[in-house]
């Protein structure tokens, strides 16, 4: 992702600099999510499936439940960090 130097943000507008400005925010927010789903789901893949080969395109029972297991573990444990920072 290219970034906008400060000078070109000073040549807009306050309205057009502060949409802008919004706009960012919410692509480096998105950026940080789709790289935490990537990190738990190589983490929980290489947990589940540990020196299996890959022989079929679908996950058996065992698989996918260790892949939800994981996943809510991983879910619940951010929410915990989460409300223990913001004070709940």
Request: proline share 5%.
């Amino acid at each position: 992702m290219s970034s906008i130097s400060p000078s070109a943000l000073q040549n807009l507008d306050p309205e057009s600099r502060k949409e802008m400005m919004q706009f960012i925010e919410a692509e480096q927010s998105k950026s940080k999510v789709q790289s935490s789903i990537h990190s738990f789901t190589d983490m929980c893949f290489k947990k589940c499936n540990k020196d299996k080969p890959l022989t079929s395109p679908t996950l058996d029972s065992k698989e996918e439940q260790c892949l939800v297991n994981c996943l809510n573990r991983f879910l619940d444990t951010n929410i915990k960090v989460v409300e223990s920072l913001q004070g709940k």
